[in-house]
């Protein structure tokens, strides 16, 4: 194969350096190996980051969308209602609790956004620059890790499973992207 960085083993294709080593007996062992090799082919730190992208957006739209729905079944309409009408001052704005509790979501769904793209443009990136940005890959899987914890204390299902998936994706491609290639 033209331009083929072969590894020890002559004409196989899947034995390149830096990979695993393959016996010269073709058999079952062979089949394991290739597999692996198939999977570390598959599982690369750039699909990773857009994995995270993607579920990463449905995140953020379900949060923007859902964060200021409430069931009636809570029993919290009067609750939500004080926290609508009553009005204080803050450093010269009128606000409620409502519009504090809003930005707050907002704020959210908006690091979700930003979060996404940041994820999109990291599994753009070549594996060799991917490599000399470690400390940045590592610093947002460490926040997904901290929202994580978040979610698990404070909130329910939905975020905590997407903040989980989200995470394990972040690690994975953190560490794959410091892997020699």
Request: hydrophobic fraction near 55%.
């Amino acid at each position: 194969m033209a331009g083929h960085k072969q590894g020890g083993y002559g004409n196989c294709p899947f034995s390149q350096e830096g990979e695993f080593l393959l016996s010269r007996k073709w058999g079952a062992s062979t089949v394991v190996h290739f597999s692996r090799y198939l999977w570390r082919q598959a599982m690369k730190a750039s699909l990773l980051y857009r994995i995270a992208a993607v579920l990463l957006l449905f995140f953020a739209v379900g949060h923007t969308l859902g964060f200021r729905q409430s069931d009636p079944d809570w029993g919290v309409d009067t609750l939500l209602g004080s926290m609508r009408s009553i009005h204080f001052d803050v450093q010269g704005f009128s606000r409620t609790y409502w519009d504090l509790f809003v930005a707050a979501g907002l704020s959210v769904g908006v690091f979700y956004l930003f979060a996404a793209i940041l994820a999109w443009q990291l599994g753009s990136l070549p594996a060799e620059t991917l490599a000399l940005m470690r400390g940045t890959a590592w610093a947002f899987a460490v926040c997904f890790a901290a929202i994580t914890v978040v979610s698990w204390r404070y909130l329910f299902i939905l975020p905590i499973v997407f903040s989980m998936v989200i995470t394990v994706c972040l690690i994975a491609a953190a560490w794959l992207s410091a892997q020699p290639i």
